[in-house]
């Protein structure tokens, strides 16, 4: 698995052959199809296993956060910190994600991953708008999807600019998102106006 993830993260998809991650591994193509069946079974493994240990990396984060604006930082924040700790497996999902194809041509990832996260935020955002820690007149889905859309944009800027600051990235993300969310004035949890 870790010689398929930095075959795939240095070279690409497209040029990471079995014969290349069984080099990098040290080994032979044909133990690596006896432990994974073929490069579709190990690229599926390289999926599903970025996605375990993203969801193990996350969960204990978001549970210590007791409020929205709490939460939400978190999230964000901590979706980058897993993305910074896990460059490489991310890059290499990436380039799966876009580029590899079964051989009757459906894509290998599975993209409900990316709309079961989007769906999981969006519980999130409409808790918190029921509890006012969050405006209530913006749409869930909406912010979801840009929330997501900004953090899934990272890993491909990543692989252009490896010293991409991430710390840096995701406190402003956060700050914008929160931004968005805050209850304003006559909104539940908001400031009143000064006299």
């Known amino acids: ?43 599926r493994e390289v999926v599903a296993e970025l996605t375990v240990k ?9 549970e210590a956060e007791p409020t929205g604006a709490g939460m939400l930082r978190t999230y964000i924040e901590s979706n980058l910190a897993f993305v910074a700790e896990n460059r ?3 890059v290499a999902v990436v380039e799966i994600s876009l580029n590899a194809r079964s051989a009757d041509g459906r894509p290998l990832y599975d993209p409900s991953i990316r709309a079961t996260g989007a769906a999981a935020l969006r ?4 808790h918190f708008q029921s509890t006012g820690d ?24 990543l692989a252009r600019e490896p010293g991409l600051d991430l710390g840096r990235y995701g406190r402003e993300l956060a ?3 929160q931004a968005a969310t805050r209850p304003g004035e006559g909104q539940p949890g908001g400031a009143s106006p000064a006299k």
């Open 1 to 43: 698995m870790a010689a398929a993830i930095e075959t795939i993260a240095e070279l690409g998809y497209g040029q990471a052959s079995l014969a290349r991650i069984a080099e990098k591994a040290g080994t032979s193509k044909g133990v690596i199809i006896y432990h994974f069946g073929s490069k579709d079974d190990l690229v």
């Open 54 to 62: 993203g969801r193990a990396y996350l969960a204990p984060r978001l």
């Open 88 to 90: 490489n497996h991310v």
């Open 123 to 126: 519980r999130l955002l409409t």
């Open 134 to 157: 969050f405006r209530a007149d913006f749409d869930p889905d909406v912010v979801a999807l840009a929330i997501r859309a900004a953090l899934d944009a990272v890993p491909a800027r």
């Open 175 to 177: 700050d914008l998102f």
